[in-house]
């Protein structure tokens, strides 16, 4: 899609972190936005900012997870603005622990919002796309998405999904005037890599880090020149992955001597630790009161 100026996005996950950047870069183009996140105040802040750059944008509280509101979210863009043009499927969660470690309900959490809510919004705003023979979606995946790393596998799962569901998507609706793409970034420096951050952590030097511009720059560059698969990683990426296709040992070897997945099994350590101080405070509270 050559022209933003004037259309319309949705924009999920756009409270905070990366999708903050993403609507600020689709205002720099022109596009009305439609924000969606549960955090009300912090998407009105943002509602307020990009409008100050020229656009009209409004704030839909939505709990992506939840099927209804998906369904709102939609009828709530094409009722202020007429048709959706592009949806960026940005919300995304994580829950590093030992996958033993985690409870169902966090397992179902990350399927629900990382992947289901995508697939979903995408069917619902599919239709009139077709209909105007011109649409396009972005789904915001991962590196963990490429190869799933250790600690990660709900994660990595869902995040692989959106990669299959993307690339399947360019396949069945591109000759229609619809299109996708995937973004996969590596640890990116704000959202959920303030955790790390906060830590002391480090990613492994062969990862490294990336700025959030460079997500929202690679957002529009996907959009504007219809790219299929699109990697923001500082580091030689691509290169690992073609190892990792064509000599998978190699790339484990290669993985684990360069310490790859130790910034998830640090956190790991650390959450399941809390978790269970916390659970050992609790069990204490309980006897008190019970004895
Ligand atoms: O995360 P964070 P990032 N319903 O936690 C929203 C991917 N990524 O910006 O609902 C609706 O700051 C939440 O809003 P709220 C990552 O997988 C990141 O880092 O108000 N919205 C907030 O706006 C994800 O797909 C890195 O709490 C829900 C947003 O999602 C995307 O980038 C690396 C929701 C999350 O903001 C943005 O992540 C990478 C729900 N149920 C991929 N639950 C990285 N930062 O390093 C959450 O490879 N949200």
Redesign the pocket.
Known sequence: MKNLKGRTAVV????????VYIARALAKKGMNLVL????QS?LEAVKAEVEGMGVKAIVVP????DKAALRSLVDAAKSEFGAIDVLVN?????SIFRYHALEFEEIEAMLN??LRAPMMLTWLVLPGMLERGEGHIVN?S???GKVGPAFSEPYGATKAGLIGFTQSLRGSYRDAGVSASVIS????E????EEVERHGLKPSVLVGSSKPEKVSQAVVKAIEKDLGDVIVNPGPMRLLLGTNAMAPGLFEWVSKRMKISEVFRKLADMREKERSGAKEETKEEEEVVSG
Not at 185 to 188: A, D, I, S
């Open positions: 999920t996950g756009a409270s905070k972190g990366i999708g969606a996140a549960r955090s912090e939505t709990d992506v997870s940005n919300a995304g969660i994580e919002v990382n915001i991962s590196m963990a970034p590596g640890w990116v704000t959202g959920m890599y």
